[in-house]
């Protein structure tokens, strides 16, 4: 079951081909953190498949500044132009859904926990980040980069 923590949009000034095209490539999603996350993390890894499903990248870095981890994302639902789905190892889950607008599009994205452990999304949820106002700042930095 995945618990839905999280959940932004913004208005881009492109079609959605183009935000679409923009945000399926694993460094765009990495370069869309916070500048000091990506200080202590790198994407080491990524592995493209054509049909977009089973794409994995692997993003290395440290918890808390202490603990070594890694982070593998596995792509598991890829609909051109729509939808992607992004599951992580430790349990995240990232979806990112695209929808014409009146001038662009409208790039939505939600991040939760897959955990069959009560409480433990919560808590994860807590002591690993700023959801909501990560996501803004992503959000912002991918229209940013998709409009120039």
Known sequence: ?????????????????KVFDYVK??????????EE????MA??????TPEGVGTTSRLMGRMFLLFHMEWVLTREEYVPNERIVDHA?????WTSTFEPDETGTTLTMAFGWSSNVPFVADVLDRI????DKDLDLMLSNLKKAIET
């Open 1 to 17: 079951m995945i618990k839905e923590l999280h959940k932004r949009s913004v208005h881009i000034d492109a079609p959605v081909e």
């Open 128 to 131: 690993g980040w700023e959801g």
């Open 43 to 48: 994407l080491a890894e990524v592995r493209t």
């Open 37 to 40: 996350w990506r200080r202590h």
């Open 25 to 34: 490539d694993p460094q765009h999603f990495f370069e869309a953190f916070d």
């Open 89 to 93: 190892n430790m349990g995240g889950v």
